[in-house]
């Protein structure tokens, strides 16, 4: 079974593979795929997407082997569909990353292995919207009802968009929060409406007053055409200690790592900042999205 | 009204949306190279549309594939395939709920513009969703 976008899924397959990821989390399941083969093919850098997939593939006692494309044949103008169909001949699934749209779709198109997109370019990138849902679960015990505010660059970061997709498969409250012109798209809001039924708070500025879960993400000086009106937002933006005074008792802070200066170093220590156990999560969620693409 | 002459066998396409007709013109291939008649007529008065234009090509049957197309650039748009100078088939296109093969994806890091495949498009409310980079693009940015 490939996984290619978070589209492509039903809320029970998603469920499926969350529960799964508790089990391996908690030690009551250990997948065993000895004797099968995990291939990486990531044509653009990304370690910590990469390394979790060979950690998952290593605790499901599967083999690693690794596609560097500077080394490759891609230099000599092999096609990318010609490198995935000679790669698939060495494993039993593939993780593709790739910085163009849809390559990865078109890789599942070529294959027979089951193909999961570790990434391609501004479109999907379902394992980490898969590790956000069950960092939520985990913290909070359940979606359902959670307010959820998605705090940044939301009409850039593809991690935002496919979160607000998912949360509104589980009937979580969504409030988009993000300076003018980096709103959430509107074609993303309308899908969501039209699909799940779900509309979404949309705020300019911060206030955590009434959220469960605070998800952050950056908001990249490149977006603005002023430098100045860039450091005021991202000022604006910032999460401070100050602003979780007045947060709701239990409220859990997310974010999808690296972060430079989104969130105040202040709060890493505090019980609300759950990002480096969100970062954790990636392993035994790739190791269910593993066990569920081999056994499917 | 601008004289144009009579097919013989060919195929008229009327009630285009006034504007869309050298897109349609450009896009049946009549634009440049072909070796038989063929006229594009912009701004015709017409009842219902107010403008519209109309393309007249001699020696080519619109297919329903290019009929679909043409239905992404003008819904209304009508197919009358001539033969032996008379209407043999007259049709308004409609938009496809789906389109394979057909159609390009206006995004340029879409994989569709860089590599061999089947583009495909699904319609999503009064727009379509590439199957590849899950953009949703207008019906006209896809010809
Ligand atoms: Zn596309």
Redesign the interface.
């Known amino acids: 079974m490939d996984l290619i976008?978070i589209?492509d899924l039903e809320k029970k397959e998603v469920e499926l593979i969350l529960d799964s990821a508790e089990k391996i989390h908690s030690g009551k399941k250990k997948p065993d795929h000895s004797g099968k083969i995990l291939a990486t093919l990531f044509f653009e850098p990304s370690t910590r997407t990469k390394l979790s997939f060979q950690s998952a593939a290593q605790r499901n006692k599967m083999g690693v082997v690794d596609f560097l494309p500077e080394t490759s044949s891609l230099k000599k103008g092999e096609?990318?569909?010609d490198t995935v169909r000679i790669l698939e001949g060495y494993a039993d699934v593939l993780v593709v990353r790739h910085?163009?749209?849809?390559?990865v779709?078109?890789a599942a198109?070529v294959c027979e292995r089951p193909v999961i997109n570790g990434g391609?370019?501004?479109?999907?990138h379902p394992t980490q919207t898969l590790i956000d849902l069950f960092s939520i679960r985990k913290t909070k015990g359940k979606i359902e009802g959670m307010n959820v505010h998605l705090v940044g660059d939301l009409k850039h970061a593809r991690a935002m968009r496919s979160l607000a997709y998912g949360l509104a498969m589980f009937n979580a409250k969504i409030t988009a929060v993000s300076p003018k012109g980096l709103e959430l798209p509107k074609?993303d809001v309308?899908?969501i409406k039209?699909k799940f039924g779900c509309s979404i708070a949309v705020r300019d500025t911060l206030d955590p007053r009434d959220a469960d879960v605070l998800y952050v993400c950056r908001i990249q000086e490149e977006r603005f055409a002023d430098p100045m009106e860039a450091k005021r937002m991202k000022e604006k933006f910032m999460i401070r200690k100050d602003d979780l005074k007045n947060a709701k008792h239990g409220l859990v802070i997310l974010h999808p790592l690296p972060k430079i200066n989104e969130i105040e170093s202040s709060i890493d220590s505090m019980p609300q900042a759950k990002y480096f156990e969100q970062a954790h999560y990636g392993v035994p969620v790739r190791q269910a999205i593993l066990d569920w693409a081999l056994s499917k | 009204m601008l004289k144009v002459d009579v097919i013989e066998n060919g195929t008229v396409v009327d009630h285009i949306k006034a504007g869309s007709g050298l897109k349609v013109f450009v896009m049946l291939g009549v634009a440049g190279g072909y070796s038989e008649r063929a006229a594009l007529v912009m701004n015709v008065p017409s009842k219902r549309l107010g403008k519209k234009d109309i393309v007249k090509i001699e020696g080519k049957t619109v297919s329903e594939d290019a009929a679909s197309m043409i239905a992404l650039l003008s819904p209304g748009a009508s197919i009358n395939i001539i033969e032996n100078s008379k209407v043999a088939k007259k049709y308004v296109v409609s938009v496809p709920e789906r389109l394979r093969g057909a159609g390009t994806c206006p995004n340029p890091n879409c994989i569709t513009n860089r590599e061999e495949c089947v583009r495909e498009f699904t319609k999503e409310g009064e727009r379509f969703r590439c199957h590849y980079c899950e953009r949703l693009v207008g019906a006209e940015e896809l010809v």
């Open positions: 976008s589209r096609s990318f569909t910085p163009v749209e849809g390559s779709r078109l198109d391609d370019g501004a479109n999907q074609a309308d899908e039209a």
